[in-house]
């Protein structure tokens, strides 16, 4: 049987959890989701941030069982290792003239 978590200060979150989450996930800090909650490791930029947007904070001093993370830390940091970057590819078309003379004096039309 795995020991229980020992308790720790905590932010609990109340109000428009839905707003506090974003915020949360915002800053990356693991969460704790309750029905009516929501508890979090909160920095002081955090905290800053969710008072900012009005939601509810207390301090408590309890377990802390945060959410498991959808993509595992090992796979984020196999990505960055590999330096797995988004590229951007341009593609130019021209017209040919040797296809047609006359279309060759207007520009082609945009797709925008």
């Given at each position: ?22 915020c949360v996930g ?87």
């Amino acid at each position: 049987m795995p020991a229980s978590p020992t308790p720790e200060t905590l932010t609990e979150l109340r109000g428009d959890l839905v707003l506090a989450a974003l915020c949360v996930g915002q800053f990356h800090a693991p969460c704790q989701l309750d029905n009516d909650r929501l508890l979090v490791r909160a920095d002081k930029a955090l905290i800053a941030a969710l008072d900012a947007l009005g939601i509810h904070m207390a301090a408590v001093v309890e377990p802390f069982t945060p959410a498991p993370v959808f993509v595992p830390h090992e796979v984020v940091l196999a990505q960055v290792a590999k330096d797995a970057r988004r590229r951007v590819r341009t593609h130019i078309s021209e017209i040919d003239v040797a296809d047609d003379p006359e279309e060759a004096s207007e520009p082609p039309a945009s797709n925008a």
